[in-house]
């Protein structure tokens, strides 16, 4: 069972179009987190979300946290190629223990 | 500074064979992970470090999985016995201490099980 889903599991779009990916629970987290995964590397953190309601920005990244606490959207303005990646959630169970989404696959093609 | 580095990149054993995964953390870091990503999933929790011990090493699949860090810096995970469903990235990652935000990860180490 995933603690966590995202979806889509994988979105093909082209550059300029807009996008929104989802990440759901039926469990409440203390924060929750978006990491962007490159082939053969680790994953990077792009922000975390820790207050129901939340919403931070990233260039043209938006991220919300949802008012329980038990789900987060990332959006993305005007996809760019570079954008393509592994986009990862991960809400932060106890002290350390991070549980991660089985991560969306975003192309963005030219 | 250096971030953190996983060697062998790749490793590829028989069933049956013991292998260990080698993890060096940024330089000053207290807190060390170990997570296991399949393909096609996202990573998965093993074990997590303060200092020199295991502070949980609830998401260890079985016995045939241990890791040690004996003197805080470097760790190692072994991995007795391998089978085929043990094949996977193993990634680690590093923190400033046990209550920082931020997971600095490594580029991981793809095991093969043949």
């Known amino acids: 069972t995933q603690l966590l889903e995202q979806s889509p599991q994988f979105l093909s779009i082209q550059e300029g179009e807009n996008l929104t990916v989802y990440c759901n629970s039926s469990s409440v987290f203390s924060s929750l987190q978006w990491y962007r995964q490159e082939p053969g590397e680790g994953p990077v953190l792009l922000v975390t979300?820790?207050?129901?309601?939340e919403v931070k920005k990233l260039k043209r990244l938006t991220f919300q946290f949802g008012d329980a606490r038990k789900d987060s959207s990332l959006h993305i303005t005007a996809a760019q190629p570079g954008d393509t990646g592994l986009y990862l959630c991960a809400g932060r169970r106890g002290a350390q223990k991070l549980v991660f989404g089985q991560g969306t696959r975003l192309t963005i093609n030219p | 500074g250096a971030g953190v580095s996983q060697t062998p990149s790749n490793k590829v054993t028989e069933k049956g064979k013991y292998v260990e995964l080698r993890c060096d953390p940024i330089s000053g870091h207290t807190a060390l992970y170990w997570y296991r990503q399949s393909l096609g999933q996202g990573p998965e929790f093993l074990i997590y470090f303060q200092g020199t011990g295991a502070a949980d090493d609830s998401g260890l699949p079985n016995d045939r999985f241990f890791a040690v860090r004996p003197e805080g810096s470097v760790s190692t995970l072994k991995i007795q016995r391998t089978e085929r469903g043990d094949s996977a990235v193993y990634l680690c990652?590093?923190?400033?201490?046990?209550?920082?935000?931020?997971?600095?990860f490594g580029p991981g180490t793809r095991l093969t099980v043949l």
């Open positions: 979300v820790v207050t129901g309601g």
């Open positions: 990652a590093s923190s400033l201490s046990a209550g920082e935000d931020e997971q600095f």
